[in-house]
Each structure stands twice: as C-alpha cells, then as structure tokens.
C-alpha cells in the first residue's frame, strides 16, 4: 500500500508535469521573496544587528525601545490623522461623482471620468513636486487664491509643521478620488435601473437613495476600497518625503513624518539598525491587520443587524 | 479666508436652490460642480506645463505665472546638464517592460494551468495563493533589502524585475479570464490534433488571452512605472536611476532649478498620460480591474 503510493505520487507528478511546471515559478518565486523574507524579519526583530557585523540576540527590547521612542508616536499620530481625514473626501466625494455621473443627468460622462483619473498614471514625485510647488509660501498659487479674499500667506510647508499633513491630504484626496469614484461607478452601473425607478416613483429623495439603496448594496465594494487604502496610509511615504525636500524626519517639527518614513529612516536608507527596523515592520504590519480585520468585521455586524430587524 | 467660506456658502445654496426649481436648472448645477472638480484636477497639470516654460526666478515670483512663458529651449538645456534624462527614461523602461513581460508570462501560465488542467492538490495550491495575497509585503521589508544586499543585486535592475514576477492577484486574475473565455474543448480538440501542451498554450491560448493581458499590463506598468520607494532602497548610482529617483535628485534644499525641474516632471509625466488619453477607458478598467469583476 506504501509502495503504491509512493510510485501513485512520482506519477502523478509525472503525469501532471506540464500543470505543475506552469504554477511552480509563483510559488518558488514567492518562496524566496516572499515567504522568507516575512519570516526572517519577524526572527531579525529580536536581534541587534548593524548590518555587518555579528548579531546580537536582545529578546524585545527593539520592541520596547519603539513603544518608548516619541518620534514613532508622532509617526504614527501622523499617519492615523492624514489616513483618516484624507479618507472622507476620497470615500464621500468618490461617492457623489460616481452618483450624478450614473444619474445620466448630464453628457460628456466619460470627458469627466478620465480627467478626475489624470492623476492615477501621474508618477507620486511628478505630483509631490507640482503640489510643494503650488503650496509655496511665497509664489504658490493657493497662498495666490487666498490672498485673493484677503488672507495672508500661510506657510503649508514651514511653519510650525502643522499644515504639512493638510497639504499631504489634499494631495491625497486630489490623487485617489478618481481611482474610487470609477469603482464606485462600475458598481453603480450593475444595480438595477429598476430599483431607481421604484424609488423615484415612491418620491425618495436623491439623499435617501443614495443612503438607502446606493449604499448599502455598494457595500462590499466600499469595504474593498477601504481596506486598500488603508493599506496604503501605513505605506504612505513618497508624498510628504518629496513635500518635504526629502528629509528623512518630516520635515519642521517631524510634522509631515510617517511610519514608513520613520522605518525606511531607521534602516536602511539613514541609519543601519535592521533589527529595529524589523521590529518597526512588524508593528505597522499587525496595525495593517488589526484594520483590515476591523473594517470587515464592522461591515459584517451591520449586514447581520439589517437582517435582523427586517428588510 | 472668512469671505471665501461664506462665498461657497452662498454659491451650494444658489445651486441647490436653481437645481430644485426646474430640472435644466438641477443639470446646470451638477454641470457647475462637475466642472469646478474637473477645474481642481487639471490645474496642478496646466501649472506643470506653464512652470516648465519659466525661469525659476518668474516662478518664484507674486503672483505666479499663470500662462505660459519663453524660457522652455533654456529648461530643457539646463536639464540636459543636470540630469541625464535620456538614460533615466530608458532605465524606467528596462525595468518596467522587464517586469511587465515577466509578469504577464508567469501570470497567464498559472493562471491557465489552475482553470484548465485537473492535478491533485489544485484546490490546496489555489488556497495558499489566495492566501498570500492577504500577508503584507511591508512585514519582510528589511530582510527582503539584506537579500538583495547579499545577492549583490543593489544598483541592478533585477531586484526590481525578478522578485515582483510572484504575483498572486495576477494568476487569480488571468484564472477567472481563462475559466470564462477559454473552453475545455478547445484544448481538447488541440490535443487531439497532436499539439504538445507548449504549443497549445502559445499557438492557441495566448491568443485568446490578450484582452486579460493588455488590462493586467497596464495595472502592471503603471504602479512599476511610478514606483519610488523600492527604486529609492536599490538603485543609489546615478547611472541606474529611474524617473521618479532622477526627478527626486534635482530637488534640492537651496538652488533648486525649478524651471528645469519642472521641464523633467513634464517629460516624465507625459508619456504615460498621452497614452492615457488616447485610451482612457482601457487604462481606467486596467487600473481598477482588482476591484471590478466583470
């Protein structure tokens, strides 16, 4: 029976040789890429190690020196804030384009969609550049727009660091409410016109149908589009590092400073603390988780209650 | 700043006001706002344009040049001398079609293999692909640099090509194409006619796919194209450097040539954006096809 086996598992392998050769190059790709890097920077997060020399075992003391160090928390006070708030004007704004575009109200649709895509194809340091540009203290076109009403120049940039994320939220919102309004449109262009109908010959409101109907069965498309940027947030780095003249520390006052910043900073761009790097890593990677778990959670209570108390 | 808000105050109630009195007055509107965002999009990309044709000290001026100037033949020489922009393009596209075609090649093939054929362990195997797509990359960041350290593949282009070719959204992918598009009897019939299996992936799969691969390509090429911070960690020497590094290295703290600098974003920028324009919507379903099913 063992035999058989064994010689059942060379021939199927021999049989399926072709099937087995076409999938192999992702998974010993993703082996040696992948896989082995993931597992050796959780074991590299408990050493001290410059990089060269020997490492140095330190249990979770890179873990404890983190928690301690003030600037990882200005990092990531920095990057919650900018996530958070950039994500109200790409999820609301995403939504509003994606509904007067599928209302058929106006013409030229596709004219609008691919200028509020622009950016999506436009490389992150072109736009950095252009944006430090144009929130330029002294010849910026916004301070221009301001001064207009009557407002002094403020000085996005400089300062005492504050406004950087204001100018990196706009860039972001600026950037990816396209990206999310023609997810949102597709999805919007696979319900039904029949439920619009109905809705409109009962008198619901624009409002009421976005929230009522829009919405709700957007759902899941919504969460997916969450979840990615989300992701994206503790990744954010090439923006408010090009805003900044590329300085690795954010900035005036840290201001503009994120995780993926303060990481990169660490090791290997600034420093060559890769044990502490890792461990870096691996906190902004279980955040990474624990939102993403999170947000799926969250959507799946709310379906539950909607069943619940009846439809 | 206190008349601008209340200035867009009374603009929305305006608005909101003509578009519940008549409906051409709610079309007005919505072409109103419409247009305003439109506006907002277009003008960091006209600034772009108008800066690119300035000297630095007419874009350090108030209020800033807001049509174009004549500068452009003295940008364009001074970002020859800065830069080697040239190089730079050509390093961008050796990395990005390198990746690309890899990507597309692996992809398809895995892809196809997982709706075509029936081997033990598919269902296992398609399980773990699915799963590595939920482990972030962010996690084995610095070990992945050391890596690439230790291979002796700093300042070479195959840090950046090889190890991104495992892509398992890309093999997801190409499989729900392949189970919708590509019939079994179609193989069959191939292999009845004594097509080896190579032959009948390249002569009559491939063919087929091509849809699945321009959408794939394009989501490929841009994210590859626009990538910064990988080329930032591998690629130090200026010889090697992509676009987005190239642009990063005229910025300076003090000196800056804005004029020149503006020249090389608009350079970089608009390849990618012409073909954009000339093909919005495949680009615009290529970008979004994680999202989208079809």
Known sequence: MNTTKKKGFVYTLK?????????????????????????????????????IGPMHFNGVTNYINLFKDSLFWKALSNTLLIGILAHIPILLGGLALAYILNSKLVEGENIFKTIYFMPMVTSSVAISIIFQNLFGNNYGIINWFLSLFGQKAINWLGGDGSLIKVAVIVMFAWKWVGWNMVIYLAG???????????????????????????????????????????????????????????????????????????LLNKAPQGGNSYGYASACAYVITIMIVIISVFVNKFSEEKDEGRRKYGK | MKTLLIGILIIAVVLAVISKIHPIGKKVSLYIVLGFIALIMLIPFYMMFVMATHTTSEIYSFPPAMWFGTNIVTNLKNMIQAVNFPLSFLNSCIVTFGNVILVLFFCSIGGYAFAVYQFPGRKVLFAVLLGTMMVPWTAGII??????????????????????????????????????NVPVSLVEAARIDGCSEWTIFFRVIAPILKP???????????????????????????????????????????????????????????????????????????????????
């Open chain 2, 212 to 294: 699945a691969y321009a959408s794939l390509g394009i989501m490929q090429f841009v994210n590859v194209w626009n990538d910064f911070m990988q080329p930032l960690m591998i690629l130090r020497r200026p010889e090697k450097m992509t676009l987005p590094l190239m642009l990063k290295t005229m910025v300076g703290d003090r000196g800056t040539d804005y004029g020149a600098l503006m020249f090389a974003s608009t350079c970089a920028v608009l390849p990618l954006l012409i073909a954009f324009l000339s093909a919005s919507k495949f680009f615009m379903s290529g970008l979004t096809s994680g999202a989208v099913k079809e």
């Open chain 2, 143 to 180: 070990p992945w640099f050391i890596m690439m350290s230790k291979l002796g593949w700093l300042n070479s282009f195959q840090a950046l090509i090889i190890p991104s070719c495992a892509n398992a959204f890309g093999i997801f992918w190409m499989r729900q194409y392949c189970q919708n």
């Open chain 1, 15 to 51: 049989k399926n040789k072709v099937a087995y050769a076409y999938v192999a190059p992702f998974y010993i790709l993703f082996a040696i890429f992948g896989l082995f890097p993931i597992v050796a920077g959780f074991g590299l997060s408990f050493f001290r190690w410059d990089g």
């Open chain 1, 188 to 262: 919007m262009q696979g319900i039904s016109g029949d439920i619009y109908e109905a809705a409109k010959i009962d008198g619901a409101s624009d409002t009421r149908v976005m929230f009522s109907i829009v919405i709700p069965l957007l759902k899941p498309i919504i969460v997916f589009t969450i979840v990615q940027s989300s992701i994206g947030m503790f990744n954010l780095f090439t923006e408010p590092f090009i805003l900044t003249n590329s300085s690795w520390t954010g900035g005036v006052n840290n201001g503009g400073l994120t995780l993926m910043m303060y």
